[in-house]
């Protein structure tokens, strides 16, 4: 999953969000022993954790690392720095280096050095412009873990456990008092005056700034801020008669962190609505099904983004059209109960075992080629749609004929043509020439114009055969009727995939 999000990707955030997701196990117990239940929240006592790294505006998972204690602490103390340190060295053979800039530097001297001296590894996507800022929480930071940061050119930022405060500050300046339980003080705001500290030191900056929260919280930067400033943001609720709005104190520290810690706690949410479980004793199949719910969370968040039409124009859906999490997994089961690897409709499928155990005279795929779905849909959704399953757009197609003087070449034939059709371009935007009606010469009595507009011949034209399938021209022979019922079951199969009607 990680290895292909990079993969389509042309580049990645420069803000990225690191925390845990959990998937628990229960396993072990005889039937009525209690042993053996559902685990539904994120704490369990029981099951395991991975740390990810991801987008923080979108779910995009671009490192990982599974928590356990066989990792090389490589000179940290705290499990969480540990993983976090990892991570900056998965990602660290994804930058686009500056040849002018060292990609090694040293972390404390009270610890063992752990430098980033290996060149970044060839062999994997180069998707970050720049180092990123990372965003996480206590778990994830101290003052060896902001040190390494800082020093390797990256920035962070995120909240501050009180037990790993600023060593250099005396702990009477900073807010770390600790409320006991039930302390009506946990629940209103303090109030009490912000703190900023500011260190320069080896290369970069770490600003120390106090949460402003209802608790002693604070908050650690690396690489950061350029200024932090106070100022005043608007919270509503209710509506109406009954709508009240105030103001609360923040700060640009405070503001960045709110902004981009959430994203795994999201994804987490979402690993819950997708509802994949079964009570098994097998321990695997609990990470094996949370894998497969955040590989479901990750396509629907792709579905989202393609849907804004940023991307390509033509894939812009308005939001009133747009399904939501439920009916987009509810889409996908469908799609995956009726899959059979020998349509040959995906790469890859030629070589499942399913194909591979059929003659290869009797595969599916007997062409020497076939259109892909993004064909079939890229023919279907454009304005003019050339593939016109709908006898209404046909009628376009036919008001839209012109005869000219001089023969052009016909798109399906290959033959001198005599009419155009407006409503279809060619790939230099004229329109293309089809015979339609011909009165002499080779074109009598051939339909050229209705086969390039059938769904069940799209691909099987002389023109389709050297663009779409890079075949060559001398090669090209007019299907036979196996031809065009093969292909019209292939092209069906398509656009079913794609979800339009004919």
Known sequence: MVHNCNAISLYAEENQTVDETTWGHAGFGEAGSGLTGRLMNKKVNKGGQTTIMSDS????????????????????????????AHLIQDINSMIIHDPNIPIAAPIPTDAT??????????????????????????????????????????GCVGTNARNVLPKQIDKKYLHGEKHPSGCK????????????AVKDEGGYQRVHISFQSTN??????????????????????????NKRVWGIEMNDARRLYLSTYFRIDVVDHLLKNAAIFYRV????????????????????????????GKIESDWKIDKNKKVDFFQFRSKLS??????????????????????????????????????????????????SSRLCGNIDKLCNHVLSIEKIKKSRVCAWCGEPAYTLCHKCKDESGRPVALHYNSKGGKGIGKICFYHYHNDSCFGLGKKDATLLLKGKKGDWE???????????????????????DE
């Open 113 to 154: 050095p752990w430098l980033i001296t290996t060149p970044p590894d060839s062999s994997k996507k180069k998707i970050f412009r720049n180092k990123p800022v990372i965003c996480a929480d206590n778990f994830f930071f101290d003052d060896k873990m902001c040190h390494f940061i800082g020093q390797n050119g990256y």
């Open 185 to 196: 003080f946990s629940k209103t705001a303090l109030y009490t005056n912000p703190i900023v």
């Open 334 to 383: 469908t799609q995956m109960l009726t899959y059979s690897p020998k349509r040959l409709l995906y790469p890859g499928d030629d070589r499942m075992r399913a194909v591979t155990s059929i003659p290869r005279a009797l595969r599916g795929q007997k062409r020497s080629g076939q259109v892909t779905t993004a064909q079939v849909k890229k023919a279907k959704r454009w304005g």
């Open 281 to 308: 004793w097998k321990y695997w199949h609990a990470p094996k099904n949370h894998a497969f719910a955040m590989i479901l969370v990750l396509a629907y968040s792709l579905y989202e983004e393609c849907a804004e």
């Open 478 to 500: 007019p299907p036979s009727k196996e031809d065009i019922h093969e292909n019209a079951v292939h092209v069906g199969n398509l656009c079913t995939i794609i979800g339009r």
């Open 57 to 84: 505006r979108r779910f995009r998972p671009r490192a990982y690392i599974h928590r356990h204690k066989m990792h090389d602490p490589k000179g940290m103390t705290r499990k969480g720095c540990t993983e976090l």
């Open 216 to 241: 002693a919280t604070n908050i650690t930067s690396v690489n950061c801020f350029n200024s932090i400033n106070l100022f005043v943001e608007l919270r509503e609720r209710g509506r109406g008669e």
